[in-house]
């Protein structure tokens, strides 16, 4: 299994990024996916997640409003949009899969990505 996470970058405050995880070696529209973050000094944290179908999805409180994960089960690819973004923002952001759950918690997730360096500047 692989999650290749992309489309990271440097962006000043208040701009936008999509970030993109594409899956492969999994029946991708079986598995619900996520995005999580960690930045320097800090431990990985839950940003958003979506059940396998796209019908469900469950976002941090930090991020509610101006961050919206989508998913294309064709393309075996799951998307964060991220508007309005701030410094806070900034941590390395990785995608992640699970057969049964699409909550905040790092272990009921079975595949983790390599991660994509996110930097706001203010």
């Known amino acids: 299994v692989q999650l290749q996470a992309s489309g990271g970058g440097l962006v000043q405050a208040g701009g936008s990024l999509r970030l993109s995880c594409a899956a492969s070696?999994?029946?991708?529209?079986?598995?619900?996916m996520a995005w999580f973050r960690q930045a320097p000094g800090k431990e990985r944290e839950f940003v958003a997640a979506?059940?396998?179908?796209?019908?469900?999805?469950n976002y941090a409180d930090s991020v509610k409003g101006r961050i919206t994960i989508s998913r294309d089960n064709p393309k075996n690819r799951v998307y964060l949009q991220m508007n309005s973004l701030k410094p806070e923002d900034t941590a390395v952001y990785y995608c992640?899969?699970?057969?049964?759950?699409?909550?905040?918690?790092?272990?009921?997730?079975?595949?983790w990505g390599q991660g994509t360096q996110v930097t706001v500047s203010s």
């Open positions: 992640a899969a699970s057969g049964s759950y699409y909550g905040p918690n790092r272990g009921p997730y079975d595949y």
């Open positions: 070696g999994l029946t991708f529209s079986e598995y619900n």
């Open positions: 979506i059940r396998w179908g796209g019908s469900g999805t």
